[in-house]
């Protein structure tokens, strides 16, 4: 049985109060059917699927397919890749969430629309974008082959594609957090004498963290598991240039089933492990509010 709930106003004796529903049980159930036969067939029987193809011939076959030099190598790349773009996004998230969320000035409204605008891009456009600027007959071109430096078909233009593709997540899980805040805890930090940094440090940074976490872990699967963006830039060049995502269509195409789906499971432990840890993010966060909530209000001091 559905049962929705609205907390009081906070106080010691503050309870949720139940409120009543409206739909009859049998549409309650019927909602409720829908929404398991949808999880059951496009997300839990194809994911059941690749563990199951994967273990298909053994996990001898299984571990040879991720034993494969390819297959470290894609593996590797991925990591490397995630690892310089996640920290860049957090970088960027942040003071990007900072300054929508704790200051007004002329363009806000249309920095925000920038930061969403990776939502609204083609992942294969993105990559054409940089082919483009970065490619041998792109703007840069021929500058950067006078140099030597390679940015289209290597790594440094699979870590820019994945930045850009990367980018909203973070800036918008922190956005609507620190907007609901506000900046009564900093304005009271500096009024006590607290420096920029020690305010951002002791209190904007404990207030967020949890938000914060969860829009990393968003980040970084997204960034594992990029494929349009980086499909294009990369050149699928085997041991090179390959990451799992790209490893994983080379081997299907070669109707090297178990090794593909290998690979692939690999990226579907990544997901299983990325809900779990984002369940335990909104716990800690959802926990943190209903503690904030339940406090009761501070009495003004008597003379």
């Known amino acids: 049985m559905l049962v929705a709930y609205r907390l009081t106003a906070p106080g010691k004796n503050s309870k949720p109060e139940k409120l009543s529903t409206t739909e009859p049980r049998a549409v309650r159930w019927i909602l409720i059917g829908i929404v398991m036969v949808f999880l059951l067939l496009f997300l839990v029987l194809p994911l059941a699927a690749v563990f199951t193809e994967a273990l298909r011939k053994g996990l001898d076959a299984y571990l040879a397919g991720l034993r494969e030099p390819d297959a470290w190598s894609a593996i590797k790349l991925t990591l490397i890749t995630a690892a310089i773009a996640v920290p860049l996004n957090l970088v960027f998230g942040v003071?990007?969430?900072?300054?929508?969320?704790?200051?007004?000035?002329?363009?806000?409204?249309?920095?925000?629309?920038?930061?969403?605008?990776?939502f609204s891009i083609s992942p294969v456009v993105v990559g054409l974008m940089y082919m483009l600027v970065f490619g041998?007959?792109?703007?840069?071109?021929?500058?950067?082959?006078?140099?030597?430096?390679?940015?289209?078909?290597?790594?440094?233009?699979?870590?820019?594609?994945?930045?850009?593709?990367?980018?909203?997540?973070?800036?918008?899980?922190?956005?609507?957090?620190?907007?609901?805040?506000?900046?009564?805890?900093?304005?009271?930090?500096?009024?006590?004498?607290?420096?920029?940094?020690?305010?951002?440090?002791?209190?904007?940074?404990?207030?967020?963290?949890?938000?914060?976490?969860?829009?990393?872990?968003?980040?970084?699967?997204?960034?594992?598991?990029?494929?349009?963006?980086?499909?294009?830039?990369?050149?699928?060049?085997?041991?090179q240039t390959n990451t799992i995502p790209l490893h994983v269509e080379i081997l299907y195409n070669e109707y090297q089933s178990v090794a593909a789906f290998a690979a692939a499971s690999l990226l579907a432990l990544l997901a299983v492990v990325t809900l779990v840890i984002k369940s335990v993010a909104e716990w800690k966060a959802e926990k943190q509010l209903a503690a904030a909530a339940a406090m009761p209000p501070e009495r003004p001091a008597t003379t």
């Open 95 to 118: 003071a990007a969430a900072w300054c929508i969320a704790k200051y007004d000035f002329k363009g806000k409204a249309f920095l925000t629309t920038l930061i969403d605008l990776p």
């Open 136 to 239: 041998a007959q792109g703007w840069l071109g021929p500058w950067l082959a006078a140099h030597d430096i390679k940015i289209v078909f290597a790594v440094p233009g699979i870590v820019l594609a994945t930045i850009f593709v990367t980018f909203p997540f973070i800036a918008r899980e922190l956005i609507p957090l620190m907007q609901s805040q506000g900046n009564d805890e900093e304005q009271a930090a500096i009024v006590l004498g607290a420096s920029g940094w020690q305010t951002f440090w002791h209190v904007t940074l404990p207030n967020i963290k949890w938000g914060l976490l969860y829009g990393v872990i968003l980040c970084n699967a997204r960034a594992m598991g990029e494929f349009g963006a980086v499909s294009v830039v990369s050149g699928h060049i085997r041991g």
